[in-house]
C-alpha cells in the first residue's frame, strides 16, 4: 500500500484538496479500523495550529481559533456579528434540514453549532474508505448548503467502532474523513474552512458490545460553527 503523509500543517494549505485527494487507499478500509494514509495525530486543512475541540473533546473549532479565523477572511470569508449569528445557523439548519431529509443523515442543533451524523452503512462500503457512489447525492446537497454558508467552519471527524487494533481503528477513521472532505472541496468548499481528523474509537456514542451498538459508534461528523466576529 502506498502511504501518503503530510509533514507539516503548512502543506495542508498549500495543496489543499490535492493533497486530501493524493493519498491512497489501502487494503482494508471500514468496520472497525484501518492501515492508514496518514499519522493518527495529523490534522488535515487549512489551518495553523487549531486549538483543542468545543463538542466531545474531538472537534477543534474554538473561541481561541484566531489563526483559522484569519486564514477564512484571507480567503474572503467574512465574520458573523454577534445578533447575526443565530439567524444565519437557523437559515442553515433549515435549508440542510430540507435537502437532507430521507437521506440517513442525522442533523442536531447544539447551540449555534450544526453536527451532521453520517452513518457508516450509508457512506462507506464494507472495510473501505471511499465514498459510496450511491451517498454522493447527498454530499452534493450538503457542499451546496455549505457554499451558500459560507462564513462557518467546518470539522470533519471520523470514528469507528472498537473492533480491530487501536492503530488500524485510528487511520481508517482518518482516511474516511479525508474522504468525506476531499469530496466537499472537489464541489467547491473552501479547504481554508476544513479541519479533518480521524479519533478511532476514542467516543463511542453507544456500547461496542453489541451490533447495533457498535453500527452507531462507526460514522463520520461534520461540525458546522460560525465564524464569529472577535474571535
Known amino acids: 500500500m502506498t502511504r501518503c503523509r503530510f509533514v507539516l500543517p503548512a502543506l495542508a494549505v498549500v495543496l ?65 456579528a454577534g445578533g447575526a449569528v443565530g439567524n444565519y445557523m437557523d437559515r442553515q439548519e433549515v435549508a440542510l434540514r430540507q435537502d437532507l431529509q430521507g437521506s440517513g443523515v442525522k442533523v442536531q442543533r447544539q447551540g449555534d453549532n450544526i453536527l451532521l451524523t453520517m452513518p457508516n452503512q450509508i457512506t462507506f462500503g464494507f472495510d473501505q474508505s471511499n465514498v459510496q457512489s450511491a451517498f454522493y447525492p447527498v454530499l452534493d446537497n450538503v457542499s451546496g448548503v455549505l457554499n451558500q454558508y459560507p ?49 478511532g474509537e476514542q467516543f463511542p456514542v453507544a456500547s461496542n458490545d453489541t451490533d447495533a451498538g457498535r453500527a452507531q459508534n462507526r460514522r463520520v461528523e461534520i461540525l458546522i460553527s460560525p465564524v464569529r466576529e472577535g474571535m
Open 16 to 80: 489543499g484538496a490535492a493533497s486530501l485527494a493524493g493519498c491512497t487507499q489501502g487494503p482494508n478500509g471500514g468496520y472497525g479500523g484501518s492501515n492508514g494514509t496518514i499519522g493518527n495525530n495529523t490534522t488535515v486543512g487549512a489551518l495553523l495550529g487549531a486549538g483543542a475541540g468545543a463538542l466531545g473533546g474531538y472537534f477543534s473549532s474554538g473561541n481561541k481559533d484566531d489563526r483559522r479565523k484569519n486564514a477564512l477572511i484571507g480567503a474572503g470569508i467574512g465574520a458573523l
Open 151 to 199: 462564513s462557518t467552519f467546518i470539522d470533519i471527524v471520523g470514528h469507528t467502532d472498537s473492533v480491530g487494533s487501536d492503530s488500524y481503528n485510528m487511520d481508517l477513521s482518518q482516511r474516511r474523513a479525508q474522504s468525506v472532505a476531499s469530496y466537499l472541496i472537489g464541489k467547491g468548499v473552501v479547504a481554508q474552512r476544513l479541519v479533518v481528523r480521524g479519533v
